[in-house]
């Protein structure tokens, strides 16, 4: 029996999401595959209940009256048409006051807030409206759910980029850590890296993460909780194999982001699943967190469900800037609290253009095999060619 756990990211894909976007465009996609988060979860009378995706689910939901539905649509559509400067003076303004100026009552408050927005109570509302269209725009393109996962986790993410890294000639060294970086004194430029074997590597850029040099220019240091749990039974019972996201949140609190996946994930063998669940800017400890989701699963999922639990406190360092103070020394930071990876994309997309300022393009898109053109002369050293701009040197 085997267990794909990830330890350090717990997050979820947006359909037209920065990272989508990448794979689709750089066709590294083709190495990958993605599931529906097929279930929406909403804290609600002490108990969970599914979340109302589309138009569709709205209108046929039993928990929501006529008169709500039809308030709650007119807010959803007109957040989906409208621009920020619609906003006006409602922009800086709290999301849940403006939500309460379209006379939404506090049920549906709460399920924008936790489960379309998905920002917290404080969120103003130029902040609500560009993640409830970020929501809306993805639902449809792969589904009825705006959100995907990738079959046997995140770490596949990593996986796919090293394959198309590999085919240009890039090189990995795993379980190969690095000792230092060597300095030219004179112009205080990274000139290559030291490992802890002592092999030097000359290199003209050199990109890492380093929490050293982030926690002297991080302008974020937020601590997150991450908890794992490994158990026997999903927190809601359901008759098919279910990607389930929940956000738990309410007013004076930061939100607590819950994913579960089961064996249709690649994640678990069959009848186990993996929890991921982790709060920034933690309020509770650990284990009260954990309490709060036990008492509202009710009777389906108890404590005595959890067969193994790994809990440990990040911290996030976050920054504006990709440089460190070492010329040619490129800064990444780890990973963060948000639910999606557009901040990663981001990062990178600027670090390349630090590299390659010669206007080449991020991640210009991978040939498929038929576009590779083998020629052969009938010299024993055979040439390729490929019908597309490539980057000649990778680092």
């Known amino acids: 029996m085997t267990e794909n756990f990830e330890k350090t990211k717990h997050q979820l894909y947006y359909a037209t999401g920065g990272l989508i976007d990448l794979l689709v465009q750089s066709n590294v996609g083709k190495y990958c595959e993605f599931k529906l988060v097929s279930r929406l979860l909403l804290e609600r009378n002490g108990q969970l209940d599914n ?6 689910d709205i209108f046929n939901s039993n928990d929501i009256s006529l008169i709500d539905k039809r308030l709650l649509m007119k807010v959803i559509l007109n957040c989906s048409a409208m621009t920020i400067e619609d906003l006006n003076e409602d922009e800086n303004i ?52 705006p959100f995907l ?29 690095l000792a230092g970086f060597t300095i030219d004194s004179s112009t205080n430029q990274c000139s290559g890296v ?18 050293a040099f982030m926690e002297s220019i991080s302008s974020n240091r937020n601590v997150i909780h991450r908890i794992v749990l490994f158990t026997n039974e999903s927190i809601k019972s359901s008759e098919k194999d279910e990607i389930t996201y929940l956000r738990l949140s309410g007013p004076n609190e ?8 089961g064996s249709g994930s690649g994640c678990t063998p069959d009848g186990f699943f993996l929890l991921y669940i982790y709060q920034e800017k933690p309020q509770e400890d650990i284990n009260q967190i954990v309490e709060r989701l036990l008492n509202l699963t009710g009777d389906n999922f108890s404590r005595a469900n959890i067969l193994g639990q790994l809990s440990f406190d990040q911290v996030e360092t976050l920054s504006t800037s990709t440089s460190s103070p070492v010329l040619k020394l490129l800064l990444t930071h780890g990973p963060d609290g948000s639910i999606d990876h557009d901040s990663a994309v981001n990062t990178a997309r600027n670090i390349f253009h630090q590299i390659y300022s010669n206007g080449e393009e991020f991640l210009a898109r991978a040939p498929d095999p038929e576009d590779i053109i083998i020629e052969n002369d009938g010299n024993t050293n055979d040439t390729s060619t490929i019908n597309t701009n490539t980057e000649n040197e990778i680092l």
């Open 149 to 177: 996962y990738p079959l046997y986790g995140n770490g596949e993410m990593s996986q796919c980029f090293c394959r198309l890294c590999a085919v240009f000639g890039g090189t990995y060294f795993l379980r190969f850590p």
């Open 94 to 145: 709290p999301f849940i006051e403006y939500l309460k100026k379209q006379k939404l009552n506090d049920t549906l408050c709460h399920l924008i807030l936790n489960s379309i927005s998905m920002v917290d109570y404080n969120a103003t509302t130029k902040e609500g409206v560009i993640k409830a269209k970020r929501y809306l725009d993805s639902i449809g393109r792969y589904g009825n759910s």
């Open 194 to 211: 030291v490992a802890t074997t002592g092999e030097r590597f000359h290199a003209k850029d050199a990109v890492i993460c380093n929490n």
């Open 254 to 261: 930061f939100g607590i982001h819950v994913i579960e996946v």
């Open 51 to 56: 979340v109302p995706s589309s138009r569709a």
